[in-house]
C-alpha cells in the first residue's frame, strides 16, 4: 500500500513501540476502552490497537494532530479505532467513559498547570476499576536519571520554560489525589519509564 505523502512519521515511535506494548498488555489484557490521550502521529494507536484487537483504541489530540492521525487510522483500516476526538486537557472533556488511559511523552511537552489539569480532568471520564499508564522520561528525587535526560530537560526549557521533565514523585501526587494507586514503575529503553496506576475503588 501507498504511504500518503502527507502522514507524519516519528523514528522515536518506532522505536519505542514494542517495549510500550509490553509493557501495557498485562495491564491492558482486561480492558474494553482506552482512551490515549496526545495521540501524535498516530503510529502508537495502529500498532496498539493491532495487536490488543479485544479493546477500542481511542484516539485524541489538539486539532492541529487530527489529521495525521486520521491518515494513519485510515491506511490501517483496523476496526476498534474510531475517529480521532478533538482534546485539549484543560476542557472540554469527552462524555464518554474509559477503563483504560494511556499517553505516551506528554508531560513533559505540557505546562506544569496542564498536567495539573490533565488529572483534574479524568475522573469524569473513568471507570470505577479504571487503569492508567504514562510513558515518558521521569526525575526522581528531583534528580536527572542520566546525563541524556538532562540535556534533553535544557533543550525542552530552551523551546518553552513551561516544559520539562517532570518529578516522578509530584505526579503519583496527583494519581493519587484522584484515586489511583501505583501498581509498576517499568525501566524503558533510553531513559523512559512506563508508570501504571490502578484506580483504588478496583483494589
Known amino acids: 500500500m501507498e504511504i500518503h505523502p502527507d502522514k507524519p512519521f516519528s523514528p522515536a515511535c518506532e522505536r519505542n513501540r514494542e517495549p510500550i506494548l509490553a509493557a501495557l498488555r498485562p495491564h491492558f489484557a482486561d480492558r474494553r476502552r482506552v482512551l490515549e490521550i496526545g495521540s501524535g502521529t498516530g503510529q ?15 484516539t485524541s489530540d489538539r486539532p492541529e494532530w487530527l489529521p495525521g492521525i ?8 483496523l476496526p476498534n479505532t474510531p475517529p480521532p476526538i478533538e482534546l485539549d486537557v484543560r476542557g472540554p472533556w469527552p462524555g464518554e467513559r474509559f477503563d483504560g488511559v494511556f499517553s505516551a511523552n506528554t508531560l513533559h511537552i505540557m505546562g506544569w498547570q496542564e498536567v495539573e ?21 521521569f526525575n526522581y528525587a528531583s534528580r536527572f536519571t542520566s546525563p541524556s535526560n538532562a540535556v534533553f530537560d535544557a533543550s525542552l ?3 518553552d520554560p513551561k516544559r520539562g521533565i517532570r518529578d516522578f514523585e509530584a505526579v503519583d501526587a496527583l494519581a ?3 484515586g489511583f494507586k501505583l501498581v509498576e514503575d517499568l525501566a524503558m529503553p533510553a531513559n523512559n519509564r512506563c508508570l501504571s496506576w490502578q484506580r483504588r475503588s478496583a483494589i
Open 70 to 77: 486520521r491518515l494513519w487510522l485510515a491506511e490501517a483500516g
Open 176 to 178: 493519587q489525589s484522584i
Open 157 to 159: 526549557k530552551a523551546d
Open 117 to 137: 489539569a490533565l488529572f483534574a480532568g479524568l475522573p469524569a471520564v473513568l471507570a470505577d476499576d479504571a487503569r492508567l499508564t504514562i510513558y515518558g522520561p
Open 44 to 58: 502508537h494507536a495502529v500498532h496498539f490497537a493491532a495487536a490488543l484487537p479485544h479493546l477500542v483504541w481511542q
